[in-house]
């Protein structure tokens, strides 16, 4: 089959690999009918997430058909259309009966890689590195997915696949960004710093849950009128100071809660550009550090953006200062698959709004680079693995 691989920093290709097979009673092999790549697959690109190995396959965004299925699996048939979720839960330990899903504590077979940096494991995700798990990921022709009695939703309407793929990742990650804000209807502002796929998501959530004015906070003027027509009110962070604009339009208090969803590779900031590349700093908090100044005192601040490590001058003394509550994690996507396919089969939302760039797998390469370049006025593209 074909498949996208991680062949070293900024170097992706698409090879021949061999087709993916049971290993597991519980797994099951689906044929990928679209997936995507992630703002958080450029982390991978770019070279800022350790344990990656030439020949990866990459991608944690994906749907398809069930074409073979383990004795264990007694949910799913061959035939069946589904989403799968990124995390990978075992549905069994205390974390997934909790929902917790992100958190499983049986589905990475290299736990002890993150324990060494991270103290606990978080749960195996697909296409995303060997401290993760090691899982081929879904930017594929097919894919293995463990677990598979506990993970993909099925889908039995005929919606397309552009309106359901991003219950993959996309659409919950912002959904729970969004929710972790104790939203009240009518009454709750939301700061939103980041407007790529992540942030649109969080800000289509934040107003689907009620929020009173949503704020949304780039420097790419093709995502700030994407946010703008969803409602928001677009800051570019190249023309104000944001902070001083924000206290402006919420009476000197500052958003009630604020969302990052830029995570590591933030921009506007020479000192965590010059320390990353150095090594000396794993991420480039620079939105963090606006969020946590901006953020009202005793709000919240919800971090969906993707942090792997080290981070340096955090105002660590502002948040805890002015009492803010701060909530964040990979997402637990299951715990939102059957919600938030309610709301897109109810036309609450149809999250194909977000997609730019629709190509076949064999122009993986060039999409990364188009992704990552932010040209072309990309913001999420969708791989066709048959095209």
């Not at 991978?44 to 398809?64: A, C, Q, R, S, W």
């Not at 929710?179 to 107003?207: H, K, M, N, Y």
């Not at 900031?269 to 005192?297: H, N």
Request: negative net charge.
């Amino acid at each position: 089959m074909k498949a996208v691989c991680w062949m070293g920093t900024r170097q992706i290709e698409v090879q021949e690999v061999p087709d993916p097979t049971i290993l597991n009673p519980r797994d099951a092999i689906v044929r990928i009918t679209s997936t995507a790549i992630c703002g958080s697959d450029l982390h991978l690109y770019n070279g800022y997430v350790p344990t990656m190995e030439k020949g990866d396959i990459l991608g944690h965004e994906f749907m398809g058909v069930v074409v073979a299925v383990g004795p264990a699996v007694k949910n799913l048939q061959v035939g069946d259309r589904v989403v799968v979720p990124f995390p990978i839960g075992c549905g069994g330990c205390m974390h997934c009966r909790r929902t917790e899903w992100s958190c499983c504590d049986n589905s990475n077979p290299n736990a002890k890689l993150a324990e060494a940096l991270w103290g606990q494991s978080p749960a195996g995700i697909f296409g995303y590195s060997h401290m993760m798990g090691g899982y081929a990921g879904g930017q594929a022709q097919y894919a293995r997915v463990p677990y598979a009695d506990t993970g993909p939703i099925k889908i039995e309407s005929d919606l397309p696949d552009e309106k359901v793929l991003f219950l993959s990742d996309i659409f919950p990650t912002g959904y729970m960004a969004a929710e972790q804000c104790d939203i009240q209807p009518g009454r709750t502002t939301v700061a939103v710093w980041g407007c790529g796929p992540v942030g649109q998501f969080a800000i289509r959530s934040a107003l689907l849950l009620g929020a009173a004015k949503v704020y949304a906070i780039d420097s790419i003027p093709e995502r700030l009128r994407m946010a703008e027509a969803s409602g928001a009110i677009a800051l570019n962070s190249d023309e104000e100071d944001v902070h001083e604009r924000l206290k402006a339009m919420t009476g000197g208090r500052g958003p009630d809660a604020a969302i990052d969803a830029v995570g590591m590779e933030a921009h506007g900031s020479l000192y965590d550009d010059v320390k990353q590349k150095l090594k000396l700093e794993q991420d480039r908090p620079y939105a963090l550090r606006q969020a946590m100044r901006a953020v009202r005192k005793a709000g919240v601040l919800s971090v969906p953006g993707v942090y792997s490590g080290f981070i340096d001058k955090v105002p660590f003394g502002a948040v805890f200062n002015k009492g803010v509550s701060l909530r964040m994690g990979q997402t637990h996507v299951h715990r939102y698959l059957k919600p938030l396919l309610q709301l897109i089969e109810e036309g609450k939302i149809d999250p194909s709004f977000v997609i730019t760039h629709k190509i076949p797998l064999s122009l993986a390469p060039e999409a990364y680079e188009t992704f990552s370049e932010k040209k072309d006025e990309c913001i999420k593209v969708v791989l066709d693995p048959a095209a």
